[in-house]
């Protein structure tokens, strides 16, 4: 029988699923839980040890005879700092450490409580990872299926303990064998081991490929070889950190989902798709059984939300550093590499493996394209009444004027276009509506500050690039983004090639989209900003060229001089949008 304490359950069942084989337990009643399943699971020997100091040198000793990570596991407080010595030890030697600390609750700590003090960071000079697991409520486990896969939908905290125990023991069996810190809080009471079994745990594994990238992981092409419905999803990526062009034959098996920040030629209008109801001709658009999740930040929460409810997909990362990030909470398995590379290799496999459910793919893929060629048409069609998104149709309209897409959706961009959107609104139509060019935008954080100021900085290196085809940066921008930033403009090194269309619709639009928020009184004044600022006086002060529109005709003369005139000074469009009450 194990604990009935759910955090340390899933601790220990992804013990045993990441292959830990040694425990050196120390005596205490707040690590009592953990120190009882240890001892209970029939794969992990416990060496009892009373002195910590002494107890965390005996597990280097058996990491050193065994080259396999150890567990050292003391109670709370002072115990924990008792362990410093070795692990600092098996740092400089390489040799894997696995620091389990119980803990009080959090509430308790700093109230004069005993043995209690901050154990996350304690070891932090010398531990690669260290987590602060949450107290999952108890039973929550109880009227679940033993499939993880139905786990994270309902139970975040269960999820959120999962992800992190999964992070601190793929550090801790990398090749690099260094030292992790699990802190695990536990509430009173502390001796109840009713639980008959250990749940059964999603388990996250990181594998590095081969140098030439030609070593997939056998798990990775399995899923993918069996996966009735694939779906590749690209998240933000550099343009020129993602170049290859190479990958026909594996876009044509499966279905690729990209927005305006993936690097390629035009958008997929998923949005608009998700947004109907997922609802085809052939009735409800299936969700996908195997995710190949590529890049950075995706905007999208509807796609977000739709992922996360395919909780029976295998879902794959391929990632530069690694990292777990576990974004549609299914996470299985990273491949750590170069995506292009990765998607190269994946690619030219493809002549070696057969699918084992073709038809099925054919037909998810058939399904899918239909559904986006319908909500792109319907977008190109759509005649706007007089507002951002108009603006932002136009511009783009007029930008792609400028030179020749090129003729596939799915390639890389050949445009010399440099195009920054800011964050909230200006980026969801730029999903919409920019397409044939890369664009740029601070997703890293999603924040509305600094978007003005990293089109200024990139506009000025692009002038220094000697005979740089496109001599314009522009940059779509919001009110409040632009205001916030404003201080952007007052810089000795811009020039006339920075070039700026701003949404000005009086608060921060994105607000309006927020369910309930209306019903409060003060929702345009006090949480979306509602002002009545306009651009002008600051252009003025600052020797940007100024331009204002207020219906369709100033818009088109107003983007035609934008996109063309020369100027040794930055030009600026102010779009005024009356979308609140101006007092």
């Known amino acids: 029988m194990y604990s009935n304490k759910e955090n340390v359950n899933i601790l220990t069942a992804l013990l045993v699923a990441h292959g830990v084989r040694h425990a050196v337990v120390c005596p205490g009643s707040r690590n009592a839980p953990i120190v009882h399943n240890l001892n209970e699971c029939p794969d992990i020997t416990c060496y009892p040890v009373t002195d910590e100091r002494s107890a965390g040198f005996f597990a280097l000793g058996i990491a050193q005879a065994t080259d396999e990570p150890v567990v050292v596991c003391v109670t709370s407080g002072t115990a924990l700092l008792n362990l410093a010595p070795a692990v600092a030890e098996a740092h400089y030697q ?8 119980a803990d009080r609750p959090a509430e308790w700590i700093g109230q004069l409580d005993g043995q209690t003090l901050s154990q996350p960071g304690a070891l932090a000079l010398w531990v690669c990872k ?29 999820w959120y303990c999962n992800r992190l125990v999964n992070e601190a023991l793929i550090e801790a069996t990398s090749d ?48 993918f070889l069996q996966a009735r419905r694939p779906l590749i999803v690209f998240g933000q990526l550099s343009p020129r950190r993602f170049r290859y062009e190479g990958v026909d034959q594996l876009f044509s098996h499966v279905i690729v989902l990209r927005e305006a920040l993936a690097p390629f030629t035009s958008v997929s209008h998923f949005d608009s798709v998700l947004e109907r109801g997922m609802v085809s001709g052939d009735g409800c658009l299936l969700p996908p059984d195997f995710i190949l999740y590529v890049g950075d930040a995706i905007v999208s929460k509807r796609l977000k939300h739709f992922l ?30 170069d995506a292009e590379f990765v998607l190269q290799s994946l690619n030219n496999k493809m002549d070696k493996y057969k699918c084992a459910h073709p038809a099925e793919r054919v037909n998810f893929r058939r399904q899918w394209l239909r559904l986006l060629k319908g909500a792109k048409e319907q977008a190109e ?35 010399p276009l440099a195009v920054h959107y800011a964050n909230s609104t200006p ?43 496109s001599p314009f940066t522009f940059c779509v921008i919001g009110d409040l983004s632009f205001f916030y930033d404003q201080n952007a403009l007052w810089n000795q090194n811009i020039g006339g090639n920075l070039r700026i269309l701003l949404l000005n619709n009086g608060h921060g639009a994105i607000f309006d989209h927020l369910p309930g928020l209306s019903e409060s009184p ?16 600051i252009c003025r002060q600052n020797h940007v ?33 009356t979308s609140v009450p101006r007092h």
């Open 176 to 223: 690099r064998h260094p030292c992790v810190h699990i802190n695990v809080p536990i509430s009173e009471p502390l001796f109840d081991f009713s639980v008959a079994q250990l749940p059964e745990e999603r388990v996250i594994r990181r594998y590095s490929p081969a140098v030439d990238y030609d070593c997939l992981p056998q798990p990775f092409i399995d899923d």
């Open 545 to 577: 060229e100024y331009m204002k529109a207020t219906n369709m005709d100033e818009l088109h003369r107003g983007i035609d001089r934008l996109l063309r005139e020369d100027s040794s000074r930055p030009m600026l469009l102010e779009v005024i949008v």
């Open 130 to 158: 260290t987590v602060n697991l949450p107290e999952v409520p108890s039973g929550e486990f109880s009227t679940l299926s033993s499939q993880f896969s139905v786990l994270h939908s309902k139970l975040p905290k269960a």
């Open 522 to 537: 003060v929702s345009h004044t006090f949480v979306a900003g509602q002002h009545q600022a306009t651009a002008e006086g």
């Open 308 to 337: 996360r409810q395919a909780t029976d997909a295998r879902c794959w990362r391929i990632s530069l550093t690694g990292d777990v990030e576990d974004t549609f909470q299914n996470l299985r398995g990273i491949v750590v590499g």
């Open 427 to 469: 980026i969801r139509l730029a999903n919409r509506y920019a397409h044939g060019h890369p664009v740029w935008c601070n997703r890293g954080v999603n924040g509305i500050e600094g978007t003005l100021s990293t089109a200024a900085g990139f506009s000025v290196a692009l002038a220094s690039l000697a005979n740089h085809p």
């Open 381 to 415: 069609a759509a005649q706007l009444p007089w507002g951002e998104a108009a603006a932002v149709q136009l511009f783009e309209q007029q930008l792609n004027a400028m030179f020749t897409p090129h003729p596939s959706p799915l390639a890389l961009h050949p445009s």
């Open 94 to 101: 390489h040799q894997s450490l696995i620091v389990v600390s």
